[in-house]
């Protein structure tokens, strides 16, 4: 190759060099221009992480249940007080002694104050009295209610308010349903010849997490409609409440039965972070599993057949979620 040549090659390696450097800049250019611009428009369109109160009139009342837990009621009051949307804070209250007011009512009350100032709502606080400590009670029906939509929360559970806002709007697309954060499954154990219907265990998290599917989702943090309230309390077979109360245990299995028996469908799982706050619970004693089990079954008799409906389907917010 003569150097004229070699010159000239040289010459446009380079300048092939420049233009491929040029086109990646400016590439990074215009994609960046355009995220800028997407936020841009997004803010303008008022496209946000959650919908603002002022999108809509529709609101949700927290219906908290508490026990001797007054340092964690306080956190759940004071975290949902400031979530948008809430119309209202119910407390299940179902300890003999009253709630004192110098350390306990006041601080809960200053909170929702607080949150109302901050807000356009203004928020209402109400401590249910209930005479005795029994599961049932924190679905007994509530008066004066201005929502539909109950959010029921045990008190050391926290969910973030723009995934809570996210599951309030997917409620109100299926009102009928159970909306919650917390999945559960039943399956089959055997064909008994010798029973009238088939017997099933109860299947914790790890047992949704490998089969990719459920067939409840738990009242300690899930949306409902305030009719089921009723439902639970007058309606449902007494022999289920009665089950509830001496045994401490399935209130919220018994409720996922009745919502399953009245819609003929599966609740619906929100994807979404949640909180437990509290340093103990009752999953965590020994033969929970067993004793829920003996819940699904008992349950399942007193009802003549299986109303739980599995799914696989599981609400993901779009705009939260990079991949697809």
């Known amino acids: 190759m003569s150097k004229g040549t070699h010159s000239r090659f040289h010459y446009r390696f380079l300048m092939w060099h420049f233009n491929t450097r040029l086109r990646y800049v400016l590439g990074a250019g215009v994609l960046f221009c355009l995220f800028v611009l997407a936020g841009k428009v997004s803010s303008i369109m008022g496209w946000h992480h959650y919908v603002h109160e002022s999108e809509s009139g529709q609101r949700f009342t927290v219906l908290v ?15 949902y007080s400031s979530c948008p949307r809430v119309d209202a804070i119910r407390i299940v209250w ?6 004192p007011k110098d350390s306990l009512v006041s601080d809960l009350l200053s909170y929702v104050e607080s949150a109302s100032r901050k ?26 209610l201005d929502t539909d939509a109950i959010f029921s929360v045990d008190d050391d559970v926290l ?10 709007t997917v409620w109100t697309s299926a009102q009928d349903s159970m909306v919650g954060f917390v999945p559960r499954m039943h399956w089959i154990q055997s064909e008994m010849q010798d029973a ?16 990719g599917t459920y067939s409840m989702v738990l009242s ?13 309390t007058n309606h449902m077979p007494v022999q289920i409440r009665d089950y509830v109360t001496h045994k401490r245990n399935c209130e919220d299995i018994a409720m996922s039965f009745l919502v399953a ?7 619906i799982w929100v994807k979404g972070k949640s909180y ?7 999953s965590s004693l020994t033969g929970h599993s067993e004793h829920r089990t003996a819940c699904l079954n008992m349950f399942m008799d007193m009802y003549g057949y299986m109303p739980l409906v599995h799914s696989n389907v599981k609400a993901v917010d779009a705009r939260s979620t990079w991949f697809w």
């Open 65 to 79: 249940n508490t026990w001797r837990r007054p340092d964690l009621l306080k956190k759940s009051v004071q975290h």
């Open 119 to 144: 807000s356009t709502h203004m928020i209402k606080l109400k401590i249910d009295m209930h005479d005795e400590d029994n599961l049932n009670t924190r679905f007994k029906p509530l008066n004066d």
């Open 220 to 232: 300690k943090c899930a949306f409902l409609h305030q009719k089921y309230l009723d439902l639970y």
């Open 276 to 282: 437990e706050i509290g340093t103990i619970g009752i």
């Open 196 to 211: 009238s219907f088939p017997r099933y265990i109860y299947g914790g998290w790890w047992s949704v997490w490998w089969m």
């Open 159 to 168: 969910v973030p308010c723009d995934t809570l806002v996210f599951a309030f």
């Open 94 to 99: 179902s300890e003999s002694r009253e709630p």
């Open 261 to 267: 028996n009245a819609t003929q469908g599966p609740p």
